[in-house]
């Protein structure tokens, strides 16, 4: 919001200077971000009058002038030909600095000495664009200062407003602060309008359809209209704050919004089908074009001003370019409207289309000064553009809108601030505040806010008005108590510590993915149609496709971090992700939202060196790394199914880990697809296991078996199963078993081909036996081992070699 000194001080009286007054409003929360002095630095500038103006002898386009400042006659050359001997000018002596860091020197000009140079409303900052040199009243006197003499000098005020305090977008919303804050009054600028004979409902008629988003719509009937330019004082006004001037009726009804803070619209009444205005919501896919010349498609949710044909004005952001005030323009019609601030803000979104309209609608006007702005802005208009203002005023208002009134408790708001004030004070700061304050109990109030005020909803908004006019300044400052506990970690949160530990101990990196993903990213991971991954939660609204829905497994994060490490030549690579993941659930509002593990390997097993072999991981490191965090989990009864049980993994190179009859999750080479799904080059190895899972069977009891002193012996056996068995069944077989004397079994041999029946595999293992009481003899050991060899021809069919 941009405002002046001077504007201010029309409507509120104050003896600050331009840096108090800056401050003053800093500490009411209304930010000064920038101050800018017009006429500051320009005492040379100042008023002459042209004595002679003749050709210049060497130049067909300039003037060599004799100009006198009061001291003395100065030459000028000039370029302008808009003034003649006689005319008063404005003259930037030697020495001045004009706008824009442009100094003023003596200089020679074709030969001719200039002295100085006579300026434009350009030059001096006045206008955007000039013609020609400024003219000034014949009246003012030689050698004072033009900014002086024209009563120009002024402070431009730049402040940034929070978007709660549309009641600030007004130079009235300001005054009324500063008034507040020096328990002055604000005086409101008169408007008496001066009506004609004939009534408006003559002349026009309004009807409102959707009261919902238009619950007030008021407007005015002004004829015979004569549409030209502003006069300065106005011009200028509006330039300070930023707004070009376009006529004398658009400039009057933007003058009033800066001055009121309330929008108002013209239309050409004679350009309004049926002399009537209708307010309702446009139809989806209706096409209308704005004063800007485009062309927008509206939605059902878009509210339209219309004639009695077509749309005419996009309701509180812009008007049409089909009853736009024209030079032929006679006849007025003046809209002054409340629309619903949700409304205005969807419509403005959706369009892209932000104008200081839309601005203070969507931020919420003020349904009380709809009459006020329109009668101010019908008697400006009826003095600078001749019209004649019909009798009466429209005012569609449906329901009334009382306003609201909270409850205050004094103590509390001592409390909350940390001061004391007494009721009468605060009371006194609302009634400065133009808040009607009622006295319900002792140090309790009723307080009913006026209309301007639509950010004033709970009482604590209220607590916040006493702190700013009673000043932030007196708030004491005070250290807060505060208690120091020693917070223990949960056991989930030491878990999830605990498996971070053993990934990071196993040369893992940690990284943190987006929990959004692209749906699309399933089909790369060639989930089926039941998948339960299909199913996601959709964001409502979402900053990009590629992020517009939940993730339902870790999978595509890693992939995508794996890709971009590889495209800059990191080779190798191990990283996991500890997060949760996002599953729908039929019938439930809400998500179940697991927390699982995903790790991802690719690369050389071991750092390059001068004396190791360079070897690249395979799926015996990913089945190494689950064994670890199993081991360290002291979860038992572990068996690896050859599964593929997700279809991004390769087949026959992926396995599923259970505990018992619980699925703890899987691991083993990714599919090649997915690799080229993902630009990806390079074998990729995956675990992935429900950490609840893990949780639930992990146990904190730790058994201890002390090594045996007794010594061991070895037992070897060799033999055939078929291909289909897997080896881990071998293992299984014998520990069923429960032979206390055995105290591992391992494989050291596995072999095909020369030698081997077709459909069979050579399978070596051995077996330790030794016992915690005493050392085994042979004929101790070889019952034993018979027992094993004739479970595992009985059970598993294999074939002794």
């Known amino acids: 919001m941009i405002v002046t000194y001077n504007w201010l001080k029309e409507f509120v009286d104050f003896d600050l200077s331009p840096q108090e007054l800056a401050d003053l409003l800093t500490m009411l929360g209304l930010e000064v971000e920038g101050v800018r002095h017009v006429g500051g630095g320009l005492d040379e500038v100042v008023v002459a009058v042209v004595e002679e103006k003749a050709q210049h002898p060497n130049a067909d386009k300039l003037s060599l002038c004799k100009v006198n400042n009061g001291k003395e006659t100065l030459a000028i050359v000039c370029g302008a030909r808009n003034f003649k001997a006689g005319d008063k000018v404005a003259l930037a002596q030697i020495g001045a600095v004009l706008p824009g860091d442009f100094k003023i020197k003596r200089s020679k000009i074709r030969g001719e000495e200039s002295c100085g140079m006579l300026c434009s409303e350009k030059e001096l900052g006045l206008a955007a664009e000039s013609e020609g040199i400024i003219i000034l009243p014949a009246d003012l006197p030689l050698g004072v200062p033009v900014f002086d003499a024209l009563g120009l000098k002024d402070t431009i005020f730049e402040i940034g407003l929070t978007p709660n305090r549309a009641d600030c977008l007004s130079i009235v919303g300001i005054a009324r602060e500063i008034a507040a804050k020096l328990g002055t009054s604000v005086r409101y600028a008169r408007h008496a309008v001066v009506e004609s004979d004939f009534p408006v409902g003559d002349r026009a008629e309004v009807s409102v359809e959707d009261s919902e988003l238009c619950p007030r719509y008021t407007a005015r009937y002004i004829a015979g209209c004569s549409i030209g330019p502003s006069p300065s004082w106005l011009v200028r006004r509006l330039e300070a704050v930023g707004m070009r001037s376009i006529n004398n009726v658009v400039d009057v009804t933007n003058y009033v919004l800066i001055e009121y803070g309330h929008p108002l619209h013209a239309f050409d009444a004679d350009l309004l089908a049926g002399s009537k205005i209708v307010v309702r919501r446009a139809a989806d896919g209706e096409r209308f074009t704005t004063l800007d010349g485009q062309e927008r498609t509206l939605t059902s949710g878009d509210l339209t001003i219309r004639d009695g044909e077509r749309g005419v004005a996009l309701a509180g952001v812009m008007g049409g370019e089909n009853s736009e005030i024209r ?475």
């Not at 802005?377 to 009382?402: E, H, M, N, T």
């Not at 250290?479 to 990934?503: C, E, F, G, Y």
Request: some cysteine; overall charge negative.
């Open 327 to 801: 030079q032929e323009t006679s006849n007025i019609l003046l809209e002054s409207a409340y629309f619903n601030p949700s409304a205005i803000r969807r419509t403005s979104k959706r369009l892209g289309l932000h104008t200081e309209s839309s601005h203070r609608f969507e931020r919420g006007a003020d349904i009380g000064i709809l009459v006020t702005a329109l009668d101010r802005a019908a008697s400006l208009i009826a003095d600078l553009a001749g019209g004649r203002v019909a009798k009466g005023v429209i005012d569609v208002y449906s329901s009334k809108v009382p306003n609201s009134t909270v409850r205050f408790r004094v103590d509390q708001c001592n409390k909350l601030l940390g001061i004391q004030l007494s009721a009468g004070e605060m009371a006194d700061i609302f009634k400065r505040l133009e808040f009607n304050v009622e006295v319900v109990e002792p140090g309790v109030f009723n307080v009913t806010v006026p209309s301007f005020r639509v950010d004033i909803e709970r009482e604590v908004d209220l607590v916040e008005e006493i702190a700013r006019l009673s000043g932030y300044n007196t708030i004491p400052v005070t250290m807060p108590m505060a208690r120091v506990i020693s917070d223990r970690p949960t056991h989930h949160q030491r878990l999830v510590k605990r498996l971070k530990n053993v990934m990071v101990g196993q040369g893992f990196n940690e990284v943190i993915t987006f929990s959004f993903m692209s749906p699309e990213v399933l089909d790369k991971l060639l989930l089926g149609d039941g998948d339960s991954r299909r199913p996601f939660v959709r964001l409502r609204n979402p900053l990009v496709e590629e992020q517009s829905v939940m993730r339902t497994t870790l999978l595509p994060g890693l992939l995508e971090t794996v890709a971009r490490n590889l495209n800059y030549r990191v080779l190798t690579l191990r990283m996991f992700e500890l997060r949760r993941v996002y599953l729908p659930v039929e019938g439930e509002e809400l998500p179940r939202e697991p927390l699982c593990l995903g790790g991802i390997m690719t690369g050389a097993r071991h750092r390059e060196g001068w004396n190791q072999e360079r070897h690249q991981v395979d799926f015996y490191d990913a089945k190494g790394v689950v064994e670890n965090i199993l081991d360290d989990f002291s979860i038992g009864d572990v068996t690896f199914v050859q599964e593929r049980r997700d279809p991004y993994f390769h087949p026959g190179k992926s396995c599923v880990v259970r505990s018992g009859k619980e699925i703890l999750g899987s691991f083993g080479e990714l599919h090649p697809d997915i690799q080229e799904n993902f630009g990806i080059d390079q074998p990729l190895y995956y675990l992935e296991l429900d950490f609840e899972k893990l949780a639930m069977l992990n146990s904190d009891r730790v058994t201890i078996k002390p090594p045996s002193r007794f010594p061991d012996t070895f037992r070897d056996i060799a033999m055939l199963i078929a291909d289909e068995t897997p080896v881990s069944a071998i293992l299984e077989c014998i520990n069923a078993l429960r032979i206390k004397e055995v105290e591992c079994a391992e494989i050291f041999d596995l072999y095909k081909g020369k030698h081997v029946p077709e459909g069979f595999k050579s399978v070596a293992i051995r077996i330790r036996y030794r016992s915690q009481e005493k050392t085994l003899a042979d004929d101790e050991v070889s019952p034993l081992h018979k027992r094993v060899v004739d479970t595992l021809v009985k059970k598993l069919e294999v074939t002794i070699r």
